[in-house]
């Protein structure tokens, strides 16, 4: 692998890791597979383009990031005010945002931010050759810092019961639905602030830019967990982070072993249940280790047996 | 303090599963009252809890706590002023938190919420010594995963948390009935201890009715979703548990 292609890798990984981050909070501490994500990734992805053709690519970030918070919110009042289903709810909202996000870029399906000013060209003007890779590195730990710093506040620690037990969150004068609420909002503003910074990073947002990523981001997280054996809330944030700069980098190893780009999906999708059945198969690993020490030993005790026949003791 | 009038409430209305719960409740409780309640299975005990803590809301009547109207609060805002203990120890307590991250969200019930660090250390050793009330060594487990106690231990916890901030009215609901002997009896001695502490106003359902006739000082016997019984202090001394069988049907 070229080092272009390594530093290409890492900054991906970077940008994408707030996809994990947001992943942490809706999956890991409220235990939900939400699939918003999908459209929410999109939704910032498409908001930001529009703000960046425009001339205004910080305006592009922000709003972005709230588009995609705002949706995560439609998928929470679905799911509480409603009683839907959690995984519905994300259905039903990624299908509605297919057509705003078309919308969003103006009815078209891909937009180009070629020569445009963006946070990445001001970064490589300000530091050339390394730029992007500090931004997304800022952003990255920005994020996994304020959700570590959110965590540990009274708040933080009210959401994480929310998940672990919403009846006992309803015992001490909270609302777990208002929890459901604000987890979904953050998760899927952080979502959407990945898809913004990844079109101003690549100059080209399209409309199915969103599509598998809730299986990539949870593959990222996962391989960052299994790795670094993160059990830990602020473990698990750095996790996502080392997980998806890792991912990204594995992914451009495989371009560089001249996978043919027509199977680079299959790859990734190996890659994907790999990283994620990978505390199942260290589990069975264990298992079995385990169960061969506890096996008696077949030799010893046929010639403990040999030994009690031919010389008439009795065994004790 | 709380103040039950006429409460119905049935289930399933309008189908052939249709089941009257309460069929009439009325009752009020005086500020330190701890009431032990009795009855069959179906008799409407746990309804009645449920009922009052606004797990869901009643047909008819009207709920009065401290002369406040609350028939129709949402539960969430009821707790705020109720504590409550379920059968099931795992409903009380959070599992993947630890003891003292259970009991900050705990003593947050009613109080002005911080944004900022959750739990402090002054905190902290306050959480020391309410535990180390109860003996089991809880104390120096603060930063251990709830999950990891024992039923008994997880229920003491539950107790705690319930009343780390005296609520006007405590329910307990059979909060005993899961433990093994020992621990049973533990947790009530413990709760015996913390009403007594805190000049609580309490209800407790029970199925053990020597428990019933000990602690406290009023039992009232449920039937058919109605109050079949109301015993003060005197009248339970000149009762005998096993003519209460009767009202077992």
Redesign the interface.
Known sequence: MTGAALLGAIELGLIYSLVALGLVVSYRVLGLADLTTEGSFTLGAAVCALQTTQGHPVLGLVLGTLAGACSGLVTGLLQTRMKMQPILAGIVTMVGLYSVNLMAMGGRSNLTLLRLDTAFSWAEEAVPGLGSLLAGGVAALAAALALGLFFRTHGGLCLRAVGDNPTMVGAFALNWENGILIGLFLANGLIACSGALLVQYQQFCEITMGTGMVVLGLASLILGEVLTRASSLPGQLMAAVVGSVLYRILMAGALAMDVPAAQLKLFSAILVALAISMPTLRQRMTFSRQRKANQPKEKGLAESRLKYQGQGETPC | MLKLQGLYKSFHPGTVNERTALAGVDLTLNPGDFVTVIGSNGAGKSTLLGAIAGSFYVDRGRILLDGEDITYQ????R??QI??LFQDP????????TIE??L???A???AK???????TPSQRDFFREELSLFEMGLENRLTCKVGQLSGGQRQALALL??TIRPPKLLLLDEHTAALDPAAAQKVLEMTQLVVQRGHLTALMVTHNIQAAFSVGNRTIVMGEGKILKDLTQSQRQSVSPGSLLAYYV
């Open positions: 949402p539960a969430y805002r707790s705020g504590g409550r795992s409903q009380g307590t959070a599992p993947n938190l991250e259970n900050a969200i705990a947050g019930r009613g919420r911080r944004w900022i660090s959750s739990i948390m319930a």
